[in-house]
């Protein structure tokens, strides 16, 4: 299903989902926020969104997070993107991009592309773009997804060759419509550093749908469409957009329902969310998901981690393997999250293929639920003293929802029920939180993860190389050789058993610790237009309607 403008000025946003049908809430443009109305003229509505998710920075080089990357999708181009109501990569910035070898993938750019600067925005543009992302190699972005990136060559002004080491990579079309595939200016953007936003802003470098006219770091955002965009996306449908960040999710609910705000997307409690179910004046949309929530343990600086004074990487699995027997994931769906979560027993969401349930025939009962007697015999045959001393973290602003606190509350209370562990339970905020988890900071700590692309692999690939985004010096030259040999595999049947394969062996191995799937929502005023449910992964201002 895909919006169109209509003489009513209907304005458009589009929130990546899990799942191939849309589902639409059609009504007037205009929220109670907004300064829109039937004016007849598509341009003249603005919309005013509301959210927690806060960004880390806009340069994509430097991020790789929801609240960044709902800002990076509106303001940069991407020269391939998913078609917004299926799995499928389309041209957007290009006018085609195939592969033209098993080992070179080609982009032709149109001519006469501008940034929104006047800059010419060319080929040179996107080679710098990639170059400068695996060059800066930044702990908190997203160049562990160009592992399978040679080079760049630009024969002319148009024309852009990927060179891959690998040949038949079924994954790097993906990888392109995700955070590494965002192109910058050259003219502005700095070749071996992370640029700063105030420098970005100033220098009006955006080339997507649209462009930032003010910026007040997390705190709020404006946006005008960009005049000089040439993409897959119509014209928006709005003259403006405002996103405005709320530090307590409490706040963002009291906007939507007094209408001070046209849409709040990411992120309300269960209770919230039912609370404006009932409510006339709200819709609520809501999708299945392809979200997961899970614990991250450092390898280095967990119990008895590879840097600590007793490494022992033995006793380190024992601990991990432990505290897979004793979560239990129906509990917490259940009592935190009112089952607007799932419990999650794998590593690739439900719904994707190769998707299988190993941790629950792995761990716990062997029906899902927790095993404190098969706990204690894992960690005293292991010689593991008991309890386990384990610090914990977790983020306290919302940028995971309201219900974080009380999330990793019943871990806590899990883990210690029996008297195995003794957890230390601390909170940090997420701008802070984003630079900790990746300087070795947390033994073990919290992460919540949305799929950058509609494929399996982006819930391996950034998770269980040895370079891979969390940074928590797991290494395994079997998943390894697993993860690479099913990117370039291109017999379907046995590429879902090299993904199921692989779940096999992390299940055992443990980096992460899977705990939970949650849906999608999105809530508006009754005549606000246009609010999306798709397959795109991505939350978009802009319509749905493609050139």
């Given at each position: 299903m895909s919006l169109h403008h209509s003489a009513r000025g209907r304005i458009g946003l589009a929130i990546g989902a899990?799942?191939?049908?849309?589902?639409?809430?059609?009504?007037?443009?205009?929220?109670?926020?907004?300064?829109?109305?039937?004016?007849?003229?598509?341009?003249?509505?603005?919309?005013?969104?509301?959210?927690?998710?806060?960004?880390?920075?806009?340069?994509?080089?430097?991020?790789?997070?929801?609240?960044?990357?709902?800002?990076?999708?509106q303001v940069f181009p991407y020269l391939v993107n998913t078609d917004y109501n299926s799995t499928e990569v389309v041209p957007d910035l290009a006018e085609s991009a195939e592969f033209t070898s098993p080992t070179e993938y080609t982009v032709k750019l149109p001519a006469g592309l501008k940034w929104a600067n006047g800059n010419d925005l060319t080929s040179a543009d996107v080679k710098f773009s990639f170059d400068r992302n695996i060059a800066i190699n930044d702990p908190n972005g997203a160049s562990s997804l160009l592992y399978n990136l040679d080079s760049v060559e630009t024969p002319d002004d148009t024309t852009v060759v990927f060179h891959l080491k690998t040949a038949n990579d079924q994954i790097f079309p993906y990888i392109l419509t995700s955070f590494p595939g965002a192109i910058v200016d050259d003219e502005v953007f700095s070749a071996d550093a992370v640029t700063p936003d105030t420098d970005i802003v100033k220098a009006d470098a955006f080339g997507g749908p649209y462009k930032i006219t003010s910026y007040d770091f997390n705190k709020t955002v404006e946006f005008e469409p960009n005049e000089n965009y040439k993409g897959l996306l119509d014209k928006p449908a709005n003259s403006a957009v405002v996103l405005q960040y709320f530090a307590e999710s409490s706040n963002l609910k009291l906007a939507i329902q007094q209408?001070?705000?046209?849409?709040?997307?990411?992120?309300?409690?269960?209770?919230?969310?039912?609370?404006?179910?009932?409510?006339?004046?709200?819709?609520?949309?809501?999708?299945?998901?392809?979200?997961?929530?899970?614990?991250?343990?450092?390898?280095?600086?967990?119990?008895?981690?590879?840097?600590?004074?007793?490494?022992?990487?033995?006793k380190a699995l024992a601990v991990r393997q432990a505290a897979a027997d004793l979560v239990d994931r129906q509990a917490i769906a259940t009592q935190v999250y009112k089952d607007t979560y799932q419990p999650l027993y794998s590593f690739v969401a439900k719904g994707f293929n190769g998707a299988t349930e190993v941790l629950k025939d792995l761990y716990g009962d062997g029906n899902g639920g927790p095993d404190a007697q098969k706990a204690k015999a894992t960690l005293e045959a292991a010689g593991v003293t008991i309890p386990v001393k384990l610090s914990l973290q977790y983020n306290s602003d919302d940028h995971y929802g309201p219900s974080s606190g009380d999330e990793y509350a019943m871990v806590k209370q899990q883990l210690e029920a029996d008297g195995l562990f003794e957890v230390d339970l601390q909170s940090t905020e997420w701008v802070q939180y984003s630079k900790d988890r990746t300087a070795d900071v947390y033994p073990a700590y919290q992460l919540g993860w949305y799929p950058d692309y509609s494929d399996p692999d982006s819930y391996l690939t950034p998770f269980f190389l040895t370079k891979n985004f969390l940074g928590n010096h797991f290494s395994d030259a079997q998943t390894e050789e697993l993860i690479l040999k099913q990117a370039t595999e291109t017999d379907p049947a046995a590429r879902t058993q090299e993904i199921e394969d692989i779940q096999a062996r992390v299940g055992e191995l443990l980096s992460t610790l899977p705990l939970l799937q949650g849906n999608e929502t999105a809530y508006a005023t009754k005549d606000m237009s246009g609010v999306t449910l798709d397959a795109s992964f991505k939350f978009r201002f802009a319509p749905l309607e493609k050139k």
């Open positions: 899990f799942g191939a049908s849309a589902l639409l809430l059609a009504g007037c443009a205009g929220g109670g926020g907004g300064n829109g109305g039937d004016s007849g003229d598509s341009g003249d509505a603005s919309i005013i969104v509301g959210t927690t998710d806060k960004v880390t920075t806009l340069d994509p080089a430097g991020s790789y997070d929801n609240g960044s990357l709902t800002v990076q999708t209408g001070d705000i046209d849409v709040a997307y990411r992120t309300l409690s269960p209770t919230d969310t039912a609370d404006l179910k009932k409510n006339d004046d709200v819709a609520v949309t809501e999708g299945p998901g392809g979200s997961i929530r899970y614990i991250v343990f450092n390898f280095d600086t967990m119990p008895y981690g590879a840097t600590t004074p007793e490494a022992d990487a033995a």
